[in-house]
């Protein structure tokens, strides 16, 4: 990445925001088959999975807030904001659906998580590039997880390979505001903070790629592009799940265990 | 400034020191000290003393057993970064094996509580950069995880590109080869679930990240 270029600190701030929400949501998500799973080898990956997500969330968090400087912590940050100061992409706060949605979601978000900690491994920010060095392990962990069920449903029976397509066809809105770039990105890759993220769509169609030829899955094209999440503008999906994600601290604020 | 001068670190395997990283084939298990450079060296203790301290004090932080894999200690499994006396201040610095590692404040509480028990006012620092990985799990608590009945981490794995990618782990009991992975996310994060087809026993493989 290029040359150290100052980054003002409101917008390192919206860019770990986020990243860390991009990762507390779907930490939530995977939460919530916790009990639920279709076996209990699943229901013991899916918790583990969301424990990184969250794990990660926690320490960037952490990291706004401390260069935020002013006195928030991880958790104001997790459980005290409103939807609209959410900035997490869309794809994540989808609704599970049923197994095959949520892997695919999984291996979506993984794939093009994938390049991004790879490339913040060796950014200019010392801070960010440990967090990276760390999840970039752990992600190449859901990749395979995820792929492994896109394959093995895919590939599958009948049904689980209509399931599988009907997951194509549902999250397909979602995938290209991944890949958008913006102001805030734009002056992060400036500082060489974090990659551009249009410029992580050819690996992560490298590594999708290869998954949905040995499924025998084909991507679709979808008719239009969901956006807005970046800023702020989430589905009614996003309510609810703050809903339950929020509500013990709006009940009792300032509750500790 | 005179005084936020750090003392010499301790740490008990030459070149696993922070921050440079793992040091494979290095199994040479020396005590080793930094040298104070000169201008800081009048400031110690003499350095009978001072060398006596820091052993002690790595002594009674590595002992720490980890909370959730307690056949091993923090310094087995090399999370245990070093511990240095700082203006009379025992600073360990800790680092976790996964981001979302329930474990480590627990070991973070431990460490600094084996350390004021040792009569030493005590600080654990977090690090997270560089990232630990499992090759920093010493000899010793390779061969402790497998009487334990962990399998201990192979070297090959954690591709991406190996999907359904297979290692060869060997079954901590009867060190039979011929084992399957029941899932990649056993009972913590750190453990793969597997079980060995030789003697029929489930076993956990401790992940190579
Ligand atoms: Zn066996």
């Known amino acids: ?257 | 400034m005179v005084s936020e001068r750090t003392l010499p670190s301790f740490s008990p395997l030459a070149g696993r020191r922070w921050p440079e990283g793992s040091d494979e084939g290095q199994r040479e298990r020396v005590r080793s000290l930094h040298r104070p450079s000169s201008p800081c060296r009048d400031l110690l203790p003499a350095s009978g003393e001072k060398e006596e301290l820091q052993h002690r004090a790595w002594a009674a932080a590595a002992a720490v057993p980890d909370p959730e894999v307690p056949c091993v200690t923090v310094a087995d499994l090399g999370i245990l970064r070093s511990v240095e006396l700082v203006d009379g201040v025992a600073v360990a610095k800790v680092t976790p094996t996964y981001s979302g590692c329930p474990a480590v404040l627990a070991i973070e509480l431990a460490v600094e509580a084996a350390l004021r028990d040792a009569g030493f006012e005590a600080r654990v620092e977090r690090v997270i950069s560089p990232a630990w990985t499992t090759d920093w799990i010493t000899p010793e608590g390779r061969d402790k995880l497998r009487d334990y009945g962990i399998a201990p981490p192979e070297k090959t794995s954690s591709s991406i590109r190996s999907l359904f990618g297979e290692i060869e782990v060997a079954c901590p009991r009867c060190g039979s080869s011929d084992t399957e992975r029941v899932s990649e996310f056993g009972s913590t994060a750190c453990k793969a679930h597997w079980r060995c087809l030789a003697c029929r026993e489930p076993f956990d493989y401790f992940k190579c990240i």
């Open chain 1, 1 to 257: 990445m290029g040359a150290a270029v100052a980054i003002d600190r409101e917008t390192l701030v919206t860019l770990l925001v986020r990243l860390a929400d991009d990762h507390l949501v779907l930490g939530h998500r995977l939460s919530e088959w916790c009990g639920h799973a279709p076996m209990l080898e699943e229901d013991l990956a899916m918790p583990n999975m969301a424990l990184d997500l969250i794990g990660q969330a926690r320490a960037l968090y952490a990291y706004a807030a401390e260069i935020e400087g002013r006195g928030r912590s991880e958790d104001d940050f997790a459980y005290l904001r409103r939807e609209r100061e959410y900035l997490n992409c869309l794809l994540v706060e989808r609704p599970n659906g049923d197994f095959a949605q949520t892997m695919l979601r999984q291996l979506y978000v993984a794939a093009y998580m994938e390049p991004f900690w790879k490339a913040a491994a060796s950014s200019s920010d010392a801070t960010l590039a440990g967090i990276a060095a760390k999840a970039v392990k752990e992600v190449a962990y859901h990749i395979r997880h995820a792929g492994e069920w896109v394959v093995r449903l895919g590939d599958g029976t009948e049904e689980s390979r209509r399931r599988m397509e009907a997951a194509i066809e549902e999250l397909a809105p979602y995938i290209d505001e991944l890949f958008e770039d913006d102001a805030v990105t734009a002056a992060a890759a400036e500082a060489g903070i974090a990659p551009q993220p249009s410029s992580l769509r050819p690996a992560f169609d490298r590594i999708v790629g290869p998954i949905f030829a040995e499924a025998g899955l084909t991507f679709v094209t979808p008719p239009y592009s969901q956006r807005g999440g970046r800023k702020g503008m989430h589905g009614e999906a996003m309510g609810f799940l703050l809903a339950d994600l929020q509500h013990i601290q709006r009940t009792y604020p300032g509750a500790t265990w």
